[in-house]
């Protein structure tokens, strides 16, 4: 579904309740939201990336998927699987 005219594809779009308003944020998936909604988490071909609702910006966190975030947005966690073995990343 094109919930945004002329974007397709695989996006993550942020809904604002109070206006109704419709963001892109980019591409990407399984997008996980602070309690805030100041910062959305995601992966993206292999890497975790982060959006700034105050900024708009979007920044490479690191490498790998499933992250998660922190109900107040200061931690961020992800896992990154190795040949041998997994680990799982923390950044704050």
Known sequence: ?????????????????????????????NPK??????????????????????TGRVTTIGQGDQPAVSAD???VVWRMAGAAFTQVWVRM
Do not use: C, M, W
Request: aromatic letters at 10%.
């Open 73 to 75: 947005g200061r931690f």
């Open 33 to 54: 939201l602070d309690a805030r909604a100041d910062s959305l988490v995601f992966g993206n071909g292999g890497q975790v990336l982060r959006f700034e609702r105050a």
């Open 1 to 29: 579904t094109n919930l945004v005219p002329g974007v397709g594809g695989n996006q993550i779009y942020l809904k604002d309740l109070q206006t109704g308003a419709i963001f892109v944020i980019a591409a990407g998936s």
